[in-house]
């Protein structure tokens, strides 16, 4: 049930619920891999872990779009670590809009990196769990894999597609010491709503999330429970909101 010495490789972890997750695993002794495209925010933020947990934590500059870039993040947790016990794929982009304004661009970032992204992760990390007949995938999904609202359609999509995706992973890994979670937040206050576009849509989510929000610690709470489940136990998804919110 203990966090202490487990691998813990976490994208998106410049900012946001990935930060948060990765100071609480932290400083439950965790050894972390941080991986963002932020690399002027992850090194300050694995020198300040190291310092004050005295755990091993090292970074790597990753774009999880692109299949290179994430098999060297798992090829370098490997080659210092020499395992990855729990593979939290937490990059996400949420720029949402209403179909009818046609911003491509948009949909096709939000498809590769919260779908093709995490597929990547889990292309890499997989057979390495599988090999060590023991491992654990996270997945930062969200409400809006339940539900759709106005415009957020394409994003929601993403969503609906990552519980399809880690359901047939849970499916596929029973029996072989593998777990699967994912974990789906209301609105949060993290960095996502500030990459909308459409001001009426950001001013709604900023004004939402500022009003009714979790915070990035409430949802790092989450992924760290699931992380310290027994073996034998698999928690497969949380929904989480405020309890002041009442729409998805």
Do not use: C
């Amino acid at each position: 049930m203990t966090i202490q010495n487990k691998v813990v490789v976490i994208t998106g972890a410049s900012s946001g619920i990935g930060k948060e997750t990765a100071t609480l695993l932290a400083a439950k002794g965790a050894k972390l891999v941080l991986a963002a495209r932020r690399e002027s925010m992850l090194a300050p933020l694995a020198a300040a872990l190291t310092a004050k947990y005295n755990t091993e934590i090292i970074y790597q500059k990753t774009d999880v779009t692109q299949l290179a870039e994430v098999k060297a993040l798992i090829d370098s947790a490997i080659t210092k670590f020499g395992r990855i016990d729990v593979l939290f794929n937490n990059a996400g982009l949420m720029p949402v809009s209403m179909l009818r304004d046609g911003k491509v661009d948009e949909w096709e970032a939000m498809i590769d990196i919260n779908l093709k992204g995490a597929l990547y992760g889990i292309k890499y990390a997989l057979p390495i769990m599988e090999q060590q007949k023991s491992g654990h995938i996270i997945t930062t999904d969200s409400v809006a894999g339940h539900f759709t609202g106005e415009g957020s359609s394409v994003y929601s999509a993403t969503k609906y597609a990552m519980r399809a995706v880690m359901e047939g992973l849970r499916v596929e890994e029973v029996g072989k010491g593998i777990k699967s979670t994912l974990i789906s937040p209301g609105h949060a206050q993290t960095e996502l709503a500030a990459k909308i576009s459409d001001p009426k849509l950001r001013e709604a989510v900023l004004k939402s999330e500022a009003e009714t929000g979790l915070s990035a610690n409430d949802v790092a709470n989450a992924v760290v429970y699931a992380i310290e489940t027994p073996a034998n136990v698999g928690i497969n998804e949380v929904i989480l909101r405020s309890i002041d919110q009442r729409d998805y």
